[in-house]
């Protein structure tokens, strides 16, 4: 849910007042912030409070705000296969138009209200939920140690790369009772 009103001294929050709302006018702004909780899925995501590099160009256009620029972070997860640790780095391209409060106001009075607006307050941008819709979505969805990842055995659960021969003699269930026949013969012979 989001608060109230927007706190200027929040890492994600952006100040745009020098641009003047002058099309044209632009701000670069770079910084590093610690990431957002959940900023990911269940199984890869960016650690709450590691650094994440924003390198940003703010400029004012005629609707609001053009923000565009990359974002870079480190990814941590699991391997789906080995339960491994998997690290990526993360590097997005953003571009997101925040409108002025009374561009929102007019599409909605004219009922052109776009569903992905997003709004700025007063002069303030909150940039956490465009950075969530950036980086959330390239994220790998089944993430991987190695595309050629073998998985864990399924018998006792040993990792197979580690043993690439590793493997466990099972006896087909509909052989069983031919397999003790196999051992009385083995005793007749004994005897």
């Known amino acids: 849910m989001r608060p109230a009103h927007l706190d200027p001294r929040s890492p994600f929050v952006l100040e745009t007042h020098e641009l003047g709302r002058r099309p044209g006018s632009t701000r670069t702004v770079q910084r590093?912030?610690?990431?957002?909780?959940?900023?990911?899925?269940?199984m890869i995501g960016i650690p709450s409070g590691d650094d994440v590099e924003l390198d940003l160009r703010l400029e004012a256009v005629m609707e609001g705000v053009l923000v565009s620029g990359t974002i870079h972070g480190r990814a941590v997860g699991e391997c789906v296969r080995c339960l491994e640790q998997v690290v990526e780095d993360?590097?997005?391209?953003l571009q997101e138009l925040f409108v002025y409060p009374e561009r929102a106001q007019v599409a909605?009075?004219?009922g052109d209200e776009e569903q992905d607006v997003r709004e700025m307050e007063g002069d303030l941008?909150?940039?956490e939920p465009a950075l969530r819709d950036t980086v959330v979505p390239v994220l790998p969805f089944r993430p991987l140690c190695r595309q050629d990842c073998a998985g864990l055995c399924t018998e006792c659960g040993a990792r197979l790369d580690d043993d690439p021969g590793h493997s466990h003699e099972v006896l087909d269930p509909r052989w069983a009772a031919l397999g003790g026949l196999l051992s009385m013969d083995d005793e007749k012979e004994e005897s």
Do not use: F, R, Y
Request: no cysteine; proline share 10%; glycine share 10%.
């Open 108 to 110: 909605v009075q004219n």
């Open 125 to 127: 941008i909150d940039l």
């Open 90 to 93: 993360v590097d997005v391209m």
């Open 32 to 42: 590093t912030v610690p990431a957002p909780d959940e900023l990911g899925s269940g």
